[in-house]
């Protein structure tokens, strides 16, 4: 196997584990705006509003401000933690052995996503309404990556590989951009002390991360106390999920080479012959069991505790948390709209996404081609980078978070649901328009080769 194939194993892994899931995002988001705009409405709005809490030796758990959390915020401060935990651990792995491992390798990805979030911020700036409004300036500068790489595998004989992988990487360093910004802007009313608690509790794990601990248990425990400090301190509880994950250790106790050896040993000590066929009723001697549970113990050490916890609560989040994210936030109301009344809000969202997120992915990374006289990959071209960079501005998962984080729904619940309808809007827009344009561009490079090859 080549060298290039085993550096695009993770992206080829991570695009098939995202797409499937893609599908059931956007039912989850339909059944939202179709019972938010049904007589079912007030059912709606009351699950929102059920209380969650757990009290724990007197602790209440899932406790907010001196009140239980709502379902709402309950989805959006604890679920989505794990969501942001698993991008961590891809984070950590793209940081450690992919495409952000070195410096000649992320640069231009990183450059791209760099354009890509400030150039949607700008954009939102100039239309959006001045105050308070404001705040949701961040909400246009994420990409999905589940929505974005379903389109592109839809599209996958027309764009290269280079280009999936770049909008992969690119994808990732949003993220990256995405969660400082949380960090920086959207925490309020820091308790010095718990985030200090918080912040030496990820220490803790860092060193012994750095040390060979590799239980998936202790870290999960300690997911759960920085995220409790983190609660406490003010600092939005998903950064807890990425600082925890950034902690754990890549390594392994049993190399491949070992677990292969000790494959092979156990094969030969096991008995040969064929005692019961697959289905019927078997029996194993004390010894035989032993050895099976070896290697089973050995097979998981195998595995460094990123990617292991990865595989574990990937489809978790994917199949159960984002849905249930989708289906809590994306619940507009669109009776409460009157043409009149709805201010430039929607329209800043709207076009920092379709218009501001390509341009600035497509004019960042030419321009450093350029500078910087980067070679093109293979089936890559102008034309081609700036159709892929329109997909850019399907922005659902991350920018339907940040708009819950930018706009309060007891204080602001207008400028929230028109923020979510400009990211409706948007997204849907940039996925029509960037699989429009990636196919006419494909095929008419196709045509033009054929040509060129009479």
């Known amino acids: 196997m080549s060298q290039s194939s085993g550096i695009l194993r993770p992206v080829r892994r991570f695009t098939i584990r995202k ?18 705009n049904s007589p079912l409405r007030e059912l709606y709005h009351t699950l929102l509003a059920i209380p969650i809490n757990l009290n724990v030796l007197g602790l209440d758990i899932f406790q907010a401000h001196g009140e239980p959390m709502s379902f709402l915020v309950f989805a959006n401060d604890v679920l989505m933690v794990f969501f942001f935990f698993v991008v961590g651990l891809d984070i950590k792995q793209q940081l450690l052995v992919g495409e952000l491992s070195s410096v000649k390798k992320a640069m231009m990805p990183v450059v791209g996503a760099i354009g890509g979030m400030i150039m949607p911020i700008i954009l939102f700036w100039l239309i959006a309404p001045a105050g308070d409004a404001s705040r ?115 390594t392994t106790s049993v190399s491949r080479h070992q677990l292969g050896s000790l494959a092979g040993a156990i094969s030969k000590m096991l008995p040969t012959e064929e005692s019961a066929k697959k289905g019927q009723t078997t029996h194993l001697e004390g010894a035989d069991i032993a050895m099976i549970n070896s290697l089973r113990h050995a097979a998981a050490s195998a595995i460094p505790p990123v990617q292991r916890l990865e595989h574990a609560l990937t489809g978790w989040v994917n199949y159960l948390i984002l849905p249930v994210f989708a289906f809590v936030n994306a619940g507009i109301d669109f009776s409460t709209f009157s043409m009149g009344d709805i201010s430039t809000l929607p329209f800043a969202v709207m076009l920092g996404l379709f218009i501001g997120k390509p341009m600035g992915i497509f004019l960042f990374t030419y321009v450093y081609i350029l500078l910087t006289q980067h070679k093109w990959s293979d089936g890559v071209y102008p034309a081609m980078l700036f159709a892929v960079s329109i997909l ?25 649901s028109e923020a979510k309808l400009g990211i409706l809007t948007g997204s849907l827009i940039s996925g029509i328009v960037g699989y429009i344009t990636v196919l006419a561009v494909g095929n008419r490079h196709q045509r033009r080769k054929a040509k060129q090859a009479n």
């Open 392 to 416: 850019g501005g399907i922005g659902f998962t991350v920018s339907m978070f940040i708009a819950s984080l930018s706009y309060d729904v007891h204080l602001h619940l207008d400028w929230l």
């Open 19 to 36: 797409v499937d899931s893609s599908v059931v995002l956007f039912l989850a988001t339909i059944v939202a705006l179709i019972v938010a």
């Open 136 to 250: 949701g300036a961040a909400i246009p500068m994420a990409t999905d990556i589940a929505f974005v790489l379903a389109v592109l595998m839809l599209l996958k004989d027309h764009v290269p590989v280079s280009l999936r992988v770049f909008m992969t990487t690119l994808a990732v360093a949003d993220d990256i951009g995405g969660i400082i910004v949380i960090a920086l802007f959207y925490s309020t009313g820091i308790n010095l002390l718990m985030l200090g608690l918080g912040l030496a509790v990820v220490a803790i794990l860092a060193l012994l991360g750095r040390a060979g601990v590799r239980h998936i248990g202790l870290y999960m425990i300690g997911l759960f106390v920085v995220w409790f400090f983190f609660l406490q301190s003010g600092i939005h509880t998903t950064i807890a999920g990425v600082m925890v994950a950034l902690a754990m250790p890549m």
